[in-house]
């Protein structure tokens, strides 16, 4: 049966807003071996941290029978990240698994690229993987090292793009631009990515957590961006290419490729988020900023089986009402609970 064809006889749910559920990310472990000061700053995540322990995270058994369950719902792709998901050993054993699952037609990963050798490059591949995502924040080692907080050489992320190319992955890189940090290095990643074949995607810096200490003056606008982009090389928009794609996506009128702006705070997108978030140690959240989750480690270690969790995954969808960037300001003014963690649910 084709991928559709089974996704339209599944037990599909929308939620309150109609939403239907149609991406998974899967984060695979909280670990990172970056200290990004938008994510996991070193002042938090120092060593006396808990990160969860091995025997908390969900085996890949858990996790196969996981996205079994939610290509019933209507899942069709996955995300693995993170922390940072090639920290995860065998990760490529866990995608030929999932790349195996009826129904699901694209698995993606994100990763910080650090531990992307040539032969991991290889094996991703081998297993099944199509396509990845790599985070690179500035061309400048400076500014990169600052931001990184772990003295990782902006080099070392470009050889492995490149790693990721020779394989004949197609790879998108992913640029969080926080104004007074690395703003300035707009332009020089639009220079350096066109014509390289790459799609380089703006993403604004995020309150996502309770940690980076965001302030709404440190974003910096995707409108902002594409006017300065546009000003040197003109743009035009381009047609989202699925439902529920977060990244506006601009093609340079000179032919020298593609850009893509996720505009998360000016922008919100929640009208069309149709993705859910599992943690590493089984909890599963239908909102990135969201506060509380739910526990599906326990039943799938208990006695559930899977009616039972597929009947639960359908209440939560079901029930589903989040749209935190749409009431961002009225939720920060508030003073809501404590948030779950970019890095625990992946970005
Ligand atoms: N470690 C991997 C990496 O960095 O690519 C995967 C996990 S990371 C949480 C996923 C994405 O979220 C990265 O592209 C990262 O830059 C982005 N991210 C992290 N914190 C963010 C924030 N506060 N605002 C916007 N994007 C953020
Ligand atoms: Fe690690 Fe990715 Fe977070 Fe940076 S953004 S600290 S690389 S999980
Ligand atoms: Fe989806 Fe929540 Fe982000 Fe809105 S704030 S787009 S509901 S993850």
């Known amino acids: ?27 695979l ?22 990160f969860v322990g091995h025997d908390g995270l969900l085996t890949f058994d858990e996790i196969e029978q996981l996205v ?82 772990v003295g990782f050489p902006v080099a070392k992320v470009l050889a492995a793009i490149d790693t990721a190319k020779a394989e004949g992955l197609p790879v998108k890189i992913n640029m969080v631009v926080r104004r007074g940090l ?21 993403i604004e810096y995020m309150d996502v957590g309770n940690m980076n200490g965001w302030q709404p003056d440190d974003v910096v606008p995707s409108r902002e961006i594409i006017d300065r982009i546009g000003g040197r090389w003109p743009l035009k928009a381009l047609e989202p ?7 506006s996506r601009y093609a340079y009128e000179d032919g020298a490729g593609e850009v893509g702006f996720i505009s998360s705070v000016s922008q919100p997108f929640c009208r069309t988020c149709t993705r859910a978030r599992l943690s590493p140690e089984g909890m599963l959240y239908t909102c990135l900023f969201g506060t509380v989750g739910k526990d599906l480690r326990s039943l799938l270690r208990g006695a559930a089986g899977d009616d039972a969790i597929l009947a639960l995954l359908q209440k939560v969808w079901g029930s589903r009402e989040d749209r935190y960037s749409e009431l961002r300001s009225l939720l920060r003014a508030r003073g809501t609970g404590a948030k779950v963690e970019m890095f625990h649910i992946g970005g």
Do not use: W
Not at 29 to 50: E, Q
Not at 183 to 202: C, K, T, Y
Not at 241 to 247: D, K, L, T
């Open 182 to 202: 690395n703003d300035q290095d707009i332009m020089p990643m639009a220079e350096h990515f066109r014509n390289s074949g790459h799609v380089l995607r703006f």
């Open 68 to 149: 079994r369950l939610f290509v019933q719902l209507g899942v069709g792709k996955v995300r693995l990240t993170g922390g940072e998901p090639l920290l995860r050993p065998h990760i490529e054993d866990l995608i030929a698994r999932l790349v195996a699952v009826p129904g699901i037609d694209d698995i993606a990963l994100t990763t910080n690229g650090s531990l992307l050798t040539p032969a991991k490059a290889a094996a991703l591949r081998n297993a099944g993987l199509r396509r990845i995502t790599i985070s690179l924040d500035s061309l400048c080692d400076t500014t990169y090292q600052a931001m990184n907080d």
């Open 29 to 50: 472990t909280d670990h990172c071996n970056f200290r990004c000061v938008y994510c996991m700053p070193k002042a938090v995540f120092g060593t006396r941290y808990r």
């Open 1 to 27: 049966m084709a991928d559709q064809d089974l996704r339209a006889n599944a037990l599909q749910v929308l939620d309150t807003l109609e939403r239907p559920l149609r991406d998974l990310r899967i984060s």
């Open 241 to 247: 290419s699925r439902y529920g794609e977060v990244a």
